[in-house]
Nanobody, 120 residues
Framework: QLQFVESGGGSVQPGGSLRLSCVAS????????IGWFRQAPGKEHEGVAC????????GYADSVKGRFTISRDTGKNTMYLQMENLEPADTAVYYC?????????????WGQGSLVTVSS
């Protein structure tokens, strides 16, 4: 069974930080393209960060560039999203994912989602 267990969401004030984690089981995370996606209340699903395993390129949405960092720990088979200087607009359900490229349709394995709420 190929799956993620996702954790780290919660409530934080503007300017605060959170780190989301996804532990992969049933597959080797380092063999995949990995990404983070989010869906804010009343808004469309969007990609926020990705490491393309084929091209070895890391990319971020403009809205999070300079504030969010995607990474993975191969020894722990875990991927992370470090979020700094959080803003109310970052409020969303965040999903980790793994697939073959940074295109949305290429992601096959998904975390269950983790709610991040940024408010004062």
């Amino acid at each position: 069974q190929l799956q993620f267990v996702e954790s780290g969401g919660g409530s934080v004030q503007p300017g605060g930080s959170l780190r989301l984690s996804c532990v992969a089981s049933g597959f080797i995370l380092d063999h995949y393209t990995i990404g983070w996606f989010r869906q804010a209340p009343g808004k469309e699903h969007e990609g926020v960060a990705c490491i393309d395993g084929r091209e070895n390129i890391t990319g971020y949405a403009d809205s999070v560039k300079g504030r969010f960092t995607i990474s993975r720990d191969t020894g722990k088979n875990t991927m992370y999203l470090q979020m700094e200087n959080l803003e109310p607009a970052d409020t969303a359900v965040y999903y980790c994912a793994a697939g073959s490229s940074c295109n949305y349709n290429s992601f096959d394995i998904w975390g269950q989602g983790s709610l991040v709420t940024v408010s004062s």
